[in-house]
């Protein structure tokens, strides 16, 4: 597509339900990222894919978070047995081989 | 651990003047970008410097970086309120095509009249 497609764009959800988070990077570029934004905070990287690998998983607050990306393509954030504490807008990118990343419009996460 | 710094956090500006910030980092990397964000949309990339001494403009905005001094300024000239957002700068950990981005906290800027 012309940008990343996140969805949804907005999800309420209640304490310990699971929740996917979708994201839809760019045609042909390699390597995407989540990043996690908190209310009026910076982003805080989660993890990235080169190709279907995540060569950095190191930003996964806990066990209960985890990615996959299938095809070089569409990846999958879920969380699961969600904690108020995770609400928070999580945002996709896609990058070209500068590194330039082009984000998403973000999902954003409220967990009741 | 990569580190990266901006100062000041929240900058209000009177239109017309001129006005530099600043984002610093802690380890070696010659690669930086700028990104512009308003209140509830995502990130727009303003600008990429992948080397020593790079300079990129972009209307009233000028980006810089200097990797001896770890250190990047976005001078803003001439301020219009259109320019109210918040300004992240972003440091890339490894040098390489694909490696992770750490994000600095952000600067707000705000243009008043």
């Known amino acids: 597509g012309a940008g990343v497609s996140q969805s949804p764009s907005n999800k309420v959800t209640e304490k310990g339900k699971d929740v996917e988070l979708r994201c839809d990077p760019i045609s042909g570029h390699t390597a995407l990222y989540w990043y996690r934004q908190r209310l009026g905070q910076g982003l805080e990287f989660l993890i990235y894919?080169?190709?279907?690998?995540?060569?950095?998983k190191s930003g996964l607050p806990s066990d209960r978070f985890s990615a996959e990306r299938t095809g070089e393509s569409v990846s999958t954030l879920t969380i699961q047995r969600t904690q108020q504490e995770d609400s928070a807008v999580y945002l996709c990118?896609?990058?070209?081989?500068?590194?330039?990343?082009?984000f998403g419009e973000g999902s954003r996460l409220t967990v009741l | 651990e990569l580190k990266v710094e901006q100062n000041p956090l929240f900058l209000s500006m009177q239109e017309g003047k001129n006005y530099t910030i600043y984002c610093n980092y802690s380890t070696t990397s010659d690669r930086l970008y700028w990104y512009r964000q308003d209140p509830g949309k995502s990130l727009e990339s303003l600008f990429v410097l992948l080397s020593n001494g790079a300079v990129k403009q972009e209307g009233r905005l000028m980006a810089s970086l200097d990797t001896k001094a770890r250190l990047s300024t976005l001078h803003i000239t001439a301020a219009v309120h259109d320019l109210s957002a918040t300004y992240f700068c972003a440091v890339a950990l490894l040098t390489g095509a694909n490696s992770k981005l750490t994000f600095g906290k952000g600067i707000t800027l705000s243009v008043r009249p």
């Open positions: 990118a896609s990058s070209t081989n500068t590194g330039e990343l082009f």
């Open positions: 894919f080169q190709g279907n690998s995540a060569p950095d």
